[in-house]
């Protein structure tokens, strides 16, 4: 059963710092790369970040310098630490693999709620 966990949101003023957790179900984590998106208002899901099996890495231009993402592949979690966040940073945040995505096949957590405040 894929399954998706999301955890970590909250309400954070500008310039502050989160840390998001993702649990994933072996069938989506294993052997896949990995995703966080987000979703604002009115605004279609958009990709923040992505990391391969071993490791390498993809920002939006949006978040680079400010986001990091990484993940455990012992524990099937994948992470984002979030600073210097702005109130534009404000959506609900998914993680989900790639390949599942955008083969219209994926299935989605219930996501974790980021609200920056000016």
């Known amino acids: 059963q894929v399954q998706l966990v999301e955890s970590g949101g909250g309400l954070v003023q500008a310039g502050g710092s989160l840390r998001l957790s993702c649990a994933a179900s072996g069938s989506i984590f294993s052997g896949n790369a990995m995703a966080w998106y987000r979703q604002a208002p009115g605004k279609q899901r958009e990709l923040v970040a992505r990391i391969g099996i071993y490791g390498g890495t993809i920002y939006a231009d949006s978040v680079k310098g400010r986001f990091t993402i990484s993940r455990d592949n012992a524990r099937n979690t994948v992470y984002l630490q979030m600073n210097s966040l702005k109130p534009e940073d404000t959506a609900v945040y998914y993680c989900?693999?790639?390949?599942?995505?955008?083969?219209?096949?994926?299935?989605w957590g219930q996501g974790t709620q980021v609200t920056v405040s000016s």
């Open positions: 989900n693999a790639p390949r599942f995505v955008l083969s219209n096949s994926a299935s």
